[in-house]
C-alpha cells in the first residue's frame, strides 16, 4: 500500500518571496508522484507529475517539483508567489504499471501575504 | 470539451433521505473514481469504476452507500439514510486509462452534501 505525509497544514509565505510545500511518500513497488491545486470551492487541477527520467518535474503556473527516490520526497517549490497561488496543494502516490486509485495526502494551505 | 461535470454542485438533504449525486466523466475517459474531502482530512478514496464494473471498493462504506457506472449515462453515488456526518464535499474525477500507465485524473467541482 501507498501512503503520502504532507508536513506542513499551512504556510505562510510574503508575495514575490519563494516557497516549498514538503511531500513524502511511502510504498513497496515504484510510483508515479503528483501535485494538485485546489482554489476554493472548486475541484483538483493538475500541477505536474513525475513518471520518469529527469528528477526535476516542471509544471504549470511556475511550479516545479523534485523527485528524490533515496528520501521518498516530492517536494513543491516556487521561486516568487503571487497573490493568486493562495490554495490548497496535496501531493498525490499511484503505484506505476497497475491501474489503481491515486492516494492523497492531507493537503498544504498556502497563505501569501501582502 | 467539457470537462468532467458533477450535479448538483450543492445538495441540502433532511436525515434518513436519499442523496443521488451524478458525474459525468470527460468524453473518451472510460475510469471514473469518487472520492469524500472533509476539512482537514484531505481527499478519501471510496470506489473505482469502469463502464458497468466496480473495480475498487475498498473505501465506500458497507452500508448506505453503492455506486454505478452504467453504460449509458453518468456514473451515480447513492446514499441511503443520510445523517449528519455524510456532511461532506464528494468528488468524481475520470481518467482515459487506468493511471498504471500514469494517467493522472480530470476532476468535477464537487457536489456539497449538508444534511440537515
Known amino acids: 500500500a501507498q501512503s503520502v505525509t504532507q508536513l506542513d497544514s499551512q504556510v505562510p509565505v510574503f508575495e514575490e518571496a519563494p516557497v516549498e510545500l514538503r511531500c513524502n511518500y511511502s510504498?513497496?513497488?515504484?510510483?508515479?508522484l503528483f501535485w494538485y491545486v485546489q482554489y476554493p470551492n472548486q475541484g483538483l487541477q493538475l500541477l505536474l507529475k513525475?513518471?520518469?527520467?529527469?528528477?526535476l518535474v516542471k509544471g504549470i503556473n511556475g511550479f516545479e517539483a523534485e523527485f528524490n527516490k533515496s528520501q521518498t520526497s516530492f517536494h513543491l517549490r516556487k521561486p516568487s508567489v503571487h497573490i493568486s497561488d493562495t490554495a490548497e496543494y496535496f501531493c498525490?502516490?499511484?503505484?506505476?504499471?497497475?491501474?489503481?486509485?491515486?492516494?492523497f495526502g492531507k493537503g498544504t494551505r498556502l497563505h501569501i501575504l501582502p | 470539451n467539457a470537462g468532467v461535470m458533477q450535479n448538483p454542485r450543492h445538495l441540502v438533504r433532511r436525515r434518513g433521505q436519499e442523496a443521488r449525486l451524478r458525474c459525468s466523466p470527460m468524453?473518451?475517459?472510460?475510469?471514473v473514481y469518487w472520492y469524500r474531502q472533509l476539512p482537514e482530512e484531505g481527499l478519501k478514496f471510496m470506489v473505482y469504476?469502469?463502464?458497468?464494473?466496480?473495480?475498487?471498493e475498498s473505501g465506500m462504506p458497507k452500508e448506505r452507500f453503492s455506486a454505478e457506472f452504467p453504460k449509458e449515462g453518468p456514473s451515480i453515488l447513492r446514499i441511503q439514510q443520510v445523517v449528519r456526518g455524510d456532511s461532506a464535499a464528494y468528488f468524481c474525477?475520470?481518467?482515459?486509462?487506468?493511471?498504471?500507465?500514469?494517467?493522472?485524473?480530470?476532476f468535477g467541482s464537487g457536489t456539497r452534501l449538508t444534511v440537515v
Open positions: 474525477a475520470s481518467s482515459p486509462r487506468g493511471t498504471g500507465r500514469g494517467y493522472g485524473y480530470t
Open positions: 510504498s513497496s513497488v515504484s510510483v508515479y
Open positions: 513525475y513518471l520518469s527520467g529527469s528528477t
Open positions: 498525490a502516490v499511484t503505484p506505476m504499471n497497475r491501474d489503481d486509485k491515486i492516494i
Open positions: 468524453k473518451g475517459h472510460s475510469h
Open positions: 469504476l469502469q463502464k458497468e464494473n466496480i473495480i475498487d
